[in-house]
């Protein structure tokens, strides 16, 4: 076997760790064994705060929806029931959206569900 | 385009402007009842624009507090304790009614707000009074209708 040196294989290896760990308190920015421990809850917590993104997103639109359909008589249950059976296909972000930026456009789908 | 794209959050300081007081007559309404109906407008619910960070400065004010009614009114108990041994204090709903009326209302509301820092803040904006009378007329508060929609 020829002879081999270990080179900057290990040093890229690292920093490429702690370049994810910067701006961590104390030495979990800047000692390896210790910053990748962190790095590792870190990506772990980025993944399954990619899931929980989206349910938080819908529940918060659902949320809005009703409060301003109760404020017209309605409800959430059968106001997207009432959707369905006509085959409106907006989503609940686009509908909360419209309740509450463009309140008429919300009206009017609302009018156009009740018949 | 992009502001309907985008879900709308507001400034932590957008209700700081436009605080909303309701009012509530209790007179010969179930606590739970009301209570539940109290909860969902302190947190905000009521409004197009809640977020669930932020106090939405919605004041609710309750009178007729002492004429509040449960069906179960002598079974139903209250606890507290002095943490000393022996401490435990119970108290009737009818006892409480007589002694203190306002916190039987506060205590249901209290259960049923987020226990957090803001559902602690919440609480704040809650005003209770066992009679007619309530010193909030200057804010003008919107009298608030427990109607069940169907």
């Known amino acids: 076997m020829t002879r081999v040196k270990r080179g900057n294989v290990a040093i890229k290896r690292r920093k490429k760790i702690l370049r994810l760990a910067k701006g961590y308190r104390g030495s979990h920015s800047k000692l390896f064994r210790i910053a990748n421990q962190q790095v590792m809850k870190a990506l772990k917590y980025a ?21 301003a359909l109760r404020q017209k008589k309605l409800k959430y249950n059968s106001f997207i029931s009432m959707l369905k059976k006509q085959n409106i296909g907006l989503n609940r972000k686009v509908i909360s959206q419209l309740a509450v930026i463009d309140n008429e456009t919300f009206d009017w789908l609302i009018e156009k569900v009740k018949k | 385009m992009d502001k309907m794209n985008n879900t709308y959050f507001p400034d932590n300081k957008y209700y700081e402007a436009q605080p909303t007081w309701y009012l509530i007559d209790a007179k010969n309404k179930n606590v739970g009842r009301i209570a ?14 809640y977020t669930p960070y932020i106090n939405t400065k ?61 559902g602690r803040i919440l609480f704040n904006n809650l005003k209770v009074y066992s009679g007619d009378y309530h010193p909030h007329s200057a804010q003008t508060p919107i009298e608030y209708k427990l109607d069940k929609i169907k």
């Open chain 1, 47 to 67: 993944y399954t705060g990619r899931k929980l993104k989206k349910r938080n997103f819908r529940s918060l639109w659902i949320i809005r929806i009703n409060a």
């Open chain 2, 36 to 49: 539940t109906a109290i909860a969902r407008i302190l947190i905000g619910k009521n409004k197009s624009s």
């Open chain 2, 58 to 118: 919605n004041h609710v004010i309750i009178t007729n507090s002492k004429y509040v009614i449960m069906s179960s009114g002598d079974e139903k108990i209250y606890f507290r304790n002095s943490r000393r041994p022996g401490g435990l204090k119970k108290e009737s709903f009818n006892q409480l009614k007589l002694r203190l009326p306002n916190r039987i209302i506060e205590h249901a509301v209290k259960g049923m707000l987020p226990k957090n820092r803001l």
